[in-house]
């Protein structure tokens, strides 16, 4: 079942932070992070596991509650590079197959 | 880096046509993966393959095959076109997980193909 993605869009200023949430109905293995500028491919941010928490891209890092299934993405001091779509995928150990939510528009203006 | 290329950035294709998209990857992945990107509905998966001539369906396999020969080519075939198959297809590629390990996809720029 595909995860649920909250806020579906949001726009920020420069500078400011904004949190994107990733939930699921199902147990969580491991939950994927990507970034798709318009036209281009998505761009993997970071990956989290079951039991730990990995930052792994500029000032963006994200946490996983396993009781909730629940991931959040936080982006702080945003810049304008940060506009795109952030889309979570979620993973289940099988053959890396994952299962993308619907996206979160985010623009960030000067 | 790792690279995923498609054949065709912007195909059009007409009602009943056969088309053939292709993707290359050059980092002897073993998992490959066709996904179709639509407007509020995020990446769907069609069809994956995690060795050669292996497949699986994804959750929207209708109306589409694929074939994977050698390892770095997966294919998706569209046997008949039709008009609501009209989307962004997305290739991606990536190497085996294993006990503990998760390992991400690396993404095709897309094709993005219009059926008239």
């Known amino acids: 079942q595909q995860p649920v993605q909250s806020p579906q869009a949001v726009i920020l200023r420069e500078g400011e932070d904004a949190v994107i949430n990733?939930?699921?109905s199902k147990a969580l293995y491991s939950v994927h992070w990507y970034r798709q500028k318009h036209g281009e491919a998505p761009v993997f941010l970071m990956i989290l596991l079951k039991g730990g928490e990995q930052k792994g891209h500029e000032k963006i890092s994200a946490s996983f509650n396993e009781k909730k299934q629940q991931s959040s993405l936080y982006l702080t001091a945003?810049?304008?590079?940060y506009?795109?779509?952030y889309f979570c995928g979620t993973g289940s150990?099988?053959?890396n197959k994952l299962i993308f939510g619907a996206g979160t528009r985010l623009a960030v203006h000067p | 880096d790792v690279k995923v290329t498609q054949s065709s950035r912007y195909l059009v294709k007409r009602t009943g046509e056969k088309v053939f998209l292709e993707c290359v990857q050059d980092m002897d992945h073993e998992n490959m993966f066709w996904y179709r990107q639509d407007p509020g509905l995020g990446l769907r998966l069609i069809y994956f393959s995690y060795d050669v001539k292996m497949k699986e369906k994804g959750d929207i396999p209708e109306g589409y095959s694929v074939s994977r020969e050698k390892k770095e080519r997966f294919s998706l075939i569209l046997e008949s076109a039709s008009t609501n198959q009209t989307?962004?297809?997305l290739c991606a590629s990536s190497p085996p997980s294993g006990l503990g390990r998760q390992e991400t996809?690396?993404?095709g720029p897309g094709t993005r193909l219009l059926v008239l």
């Not at chain 1, 945003?78 to 590079?81: M, N, Y």
């Open chain 1, 78 to 81: 945003s810049q304008l590079s």
């Open chain 2, 87 to 89: 989307s962004m297809y």
């Open chain 1, 83 to 85: 506009s795109g779509t």
């Open chain 2, 105 to 107: 996809q690396y993404f």
């Open chain 1, 22 to 24: 990733c939930s699921s």
């Open chain 1, 93 to 95: 150990g099988g053959y």
